[in-house]
């Protein structure tokens, strides 16, 4: 059975290691945070001047200044650190954090994203995207294996206006786990409990190398 | 000590004119100049270009100027949730360029610290590069950016004293402290407005040069756009 | 809390081997992190690159390890106040790169800010400019600059916590924050370490995402080079 | 006569307005802070990251974390603040210090200044002195008319290696105050009390413009 959103952010939680410091876009990615386990020694930045983000306030203690990129009222931690927008930019792009985990609309099987402009459509911008995935060194798309017309969003090249180029490591879909080899393209990691390697394929649009037997993601 | 403390936000934005290039502090509705916006737009002045991270909402932040028709053009990286901006822009009636975030805060930076220009690797290989020098540094490519230039820089802050020092609270700080270091005038409005030796001098975020004039704002209204909570008694 | 607690300055250099690139903080004597630097010279690390505004004095900071031969080249903005500095360098032991201190803090900055090259005025037409690019921007020259590249940072701070976070005092301040930022591995000393929590996350000069290693220093001589005074009861 | 080092800094102290920044090199500059009158708003700024610096510690009272550029133990004044050396540089850069004064080896009279290398002696370096001349929108040197040598300071050219080129706005010396025009040279504004023009040209390498009668400083 294909993931909802909250099993492709357990999935992706998973890819955590101890020690990260670690950014989560908007939508399914904050979701992720959600399963971190207890204790685990791990920080979230948000790029709007945050180090240390803790969960969402109780109810009544609601803070205007304290939001997270976005723009959702959060709390923060003990040890956590505010800082303005050049310092929170300057230290991805000097990759001081060691994950990303962004949404998307299309990734090439060459590792390049689209997320941020529909031609024809109103364009809101591309707020830090550009910038994320210019500079991590380990992105991981966490995103719907298909759009609502039912196309796959792994593509073998974008047809939307490019985020950035070549830069995607991983994708999170509701059907799978791929990696990126910009060489072979979109290799099979993972299923989701119950999704046939023939649909993947099928649902697949881009490379995608398939080798030997291909476990079913453990949740 | 070198006088800054004006009355209010009208006479703060003594000298802004229409055609003027305004930074404008804040990330969606945290942080803005409430006081100097709803000063802008009594104020009336026309055909203004705002550096902003974001374009307000309707009815709130630079939405308020966009509803008076005083902005001709937007400088940002995110500007949804504002059906009148959409209407605007795609009208053709209002300008807008989007760049990276990351972008926008450090051009902002290179203004208020001298560098004319700088290189990033944010938008290579996107639209954002189209027409930009682009060069290799250890074989990665990256885009010659620019500083921006403004006439006026628009900030909050939460605490400010007399000598022109800010302090901001939370992520309220975001794009004001550059932008603060930007202007050609900088205005800040502070919740909080001290006497000189009020404020820790390790605890400054803005260095008094750099603000030009400086009053207490009222009636914040610090409106919030994504209220989001947990129940009581949720553990962390 | 990612761990970052070290037990002494021995430990924090651990991987610091010879021929390697230091950024070292501080102004003259002031801000420097004397235990890393009496640390690195029991260490014995030779060959070293030392990136530092200055050089110590005979006997103190850098000059510790001047006197042990430890350090081949220095890329410094003023280096008098010492003997053996000048006895090594006017003998050729030691190399020296002499750079204009907003220069030498910017590339500490850019290093620290992802930003690799950037345009400054300081230096056009003089020896500093000679094989770099020169550009004009608005009709004034400017020199292009690089990024440093640091294996490791050592900087001086006077609280941190847990976390990394780190928060300066007075004009101790001075390069520790660019350097602490600019590190592949940073390591900060500090006079007072405190559990995660204990700072106001609005006070934090170096977030703790640069700092790698941290502990509390010990036995601060924070000698002073000029000491100058006015008599009792002198107004202001 | 010629005026003494602290006669320079008074002269100086005359040029300073309400309402400007100053940044005071090491040497004569220095002294210039204390013929500022009681109460007159200005602020000092010194590159290793302080503004609002205020005089020497009383006995007792000096602080080894609170220094000049000069490294001598100072005192904040209230208002003040500390900061980075990158921002110290970038509010230099922005011209944000409305005046520099710096001592000089030699100026020319295009406002050329050299002050930090003699050719074949220890070289200790240029501090923050290239970025204060390149940046300044006013800079006025305080040095003493001959070096030791008897030979003028005041060229046509610097012979030593150079810290600024055409920078130098204005200098005070111990016999004269002379502004320069890239154009023209050395316009003598004012003598020191009791000093001939006749001297002034005698000992001015560059070219001297004397233009009417020559006022005496009045200090």
Not at chain 2, 27 to 48: Q, T, V
Request: net charge negative.
């Amino acid at each position: 059975m294909a993931l909802d959103k909250n099993g492709i952010a357990r999935r992706i939680a998973q890819e955590l290691r101890e020690g990260w410091y670690v950014n989560l876009g908007i939508g399914i990615p904050t979701l992720v945070a959600n399963f971190v386990p207890e204790g685990f020694a791990i920080e979230f930045q948000s790029e709007n001047g945050i180090l240390g983000m803790g969960p969402f306030p109780i109810e009544g203690e609601e803070d205007a200044d304290l939001i997270n990129a976005g723009k959702q009222t959060i709390t923060s931690l003990p040890g956590a650190s505010f800082f303005d927008s050049a310092t929170s930019f300057g230290m991805i792009r000097a990759r001081k954090v060691q994950l990303t985990v962004l949404g998307a609309m299309e990734v090439s099987d060459r590792g390049d994203i689209a997320n941020w402009k529909i031609p024809g459509k109103m364009v809101k911008g591309m707020g830090g995207a550009m910038d994320l995935v210019a500079s991590a060194d380990n992105i991981i798309v966490a995103m719907q294996h298909s759009n609502r017309e039912g196309e796959s969003k792994l593509l073998s090249a974008c047809t939307l206006p490019l985020t950035g180029v070549g830069c995607v490591k991983k994708v999170v879909t509701d059907l799978a786990v791929l990696e990126i080899d910009p060489q072979r393209g979109f290799i099979l990691l993972e299923r989701a409990p119950g999704v046939s390697v023939d649909e993947i394929i099928a649902k697949t649009a881009g490379r995608l190398i398939v080798e030997g037997d291909v476990p079913e993601m453990v949740l | 000590m070198i006088r800054k403390v004006v009355a209010n936000a009208d006479l703060a934005l003594d000298g802004l004119t229409d055609g003027m290039t305004l930074m404008v502090g804040g990330f969606g509705l945290c942080g803005i100049p409430e006081n100097l916006i709803a000063a802008l737009k009594l104020r009336g002045s026309r055909n203004l270009t705002c550096i902003a991270n974001n374009a307000g909402v309707d009815g709130f932040g630079l939405g308020l100027l966009l509803e008076s028709r005083q902005i001709r053009k937007m400088i940002s990286s995110y500007v949804g949730e504002n059906d009148e901006f959409e209407r605007q822009m795609l009208s053709g009636e209002l300008e807008v360029e989007l760049i990276p975030q990351g972008t926008l805060a450090e051009r902002c930076r290179a203004a208020g610290a001298g560098i004319p220009a700088f290189f990033t690797p944010a938008g290579v290989g996107t639209e954002v590069a189209e027409g930009k020098e682009v060069r290799l540094f250890q074989g990665k490519p990256y885009l010659m950016e620019y500083a921006f230039e403004a006439d006026f820089a628009l900030v909050k802050a939460w605490k400010g004293d007399e000598a022109g020092n800010l302090i901001f609270k939370g992520t309220a700080r975001n794009f004001n402290p550059m932008m603060a270091m930007a202007g050609r005038i900088t205005v800040a409005e502070v919740e909080e407005l001290v006497p000189a030796g009020m404020l820790d001098p390790n605890a400054i975020h803005v260095p008094g040069i750099f603000v030009h004039r400086i009053f207490q704002g009222a009636h914040y209204e610090k409106r919030i756009e994504q209220r989001t909570v947990r129940p009581k008694n949720t553990p962390l």
